[in-house]
């Protein structure tokens, strides 16, 4: 997964970043750092450049979400390729939740048939590349709980991402 180019823009809770593959599939999208920049990691070896269509459509999304509109990023293309087997499962998974909806880690290891596996569902989600676009701020912990959350701001970006969706736990209970 290696980014050939990146943009950064502005969005309802700062700036972020997206980086992007020769193939204009996306390899890391960046929420803001605590300082309101976007981390920029896996932009390292990247130029910076001006969107593709298909990048382009993907910040567009990312911005609406952001601004409270329920967006589905399910059909922006991700570059999965060098990732482990198992966390590209979750987050396939994870991309088929709804704007607005929750699952728990143990709901979504009992759809890979792997009902044991909560603790890895969670650690692939914890080192998810991609987040908004595979929604991890939507998968919680046991009985509701918010479980943790790797972007800056923790939990309470989790919260506030949620909160921004108007979810729901398990499609039926408001959140908040």
Not at 88 to 106: D, K, N
Not at 110 to 123: D, N, S, T
């Amino acid at each position: 997964m290696k980014a050939t180019s990146f943009a950064s823009f502005e969005t309802a809770i700062g700036r972020c970043g997206i980086a992007w593959n020769e193939h204009e599939a996306v390899v890391a999208v960046r929420l803001p750092a605590l300082d309101g920049a976007p981390r920029s990691r896996s932009f390292a070896s990247a130029g910076e450049a001006v969107p593709p269509p298909a990048v382009a459509a993907a910040i567009d999304g990312i911005v609406a979400l952001l601004q409270g509109q329920a967006r589905d990023l399910a059909e922006v293309p991700l570059d999965m390729q060098d990732l482990p087997a198992f966390d590209r499962r979750v987050y396939e998974l994870a991309r088929r939740i709804a704007p607005g909806h929750t699952l728990t880690y143990g709901e979504l290891a009992r759809q890979l048939g792997e009902p044991g596996a909560a603790r890895r569902v969670g650690q692939a989600l914890g080192r998810n590349p991609f987040p908004l676009v595979v929604p991890c701020h939507r998968v919680l912990a046991a009985g509701g709980q918010t479980g943790g959350f790797s972007a800056p701001g923790g939990v309470e970006t989790k919260l506030r991402l949620l909160a921004i969706e108007g979810a729901t736990l398990n499609g039926t209970l408001p959140l908040f």
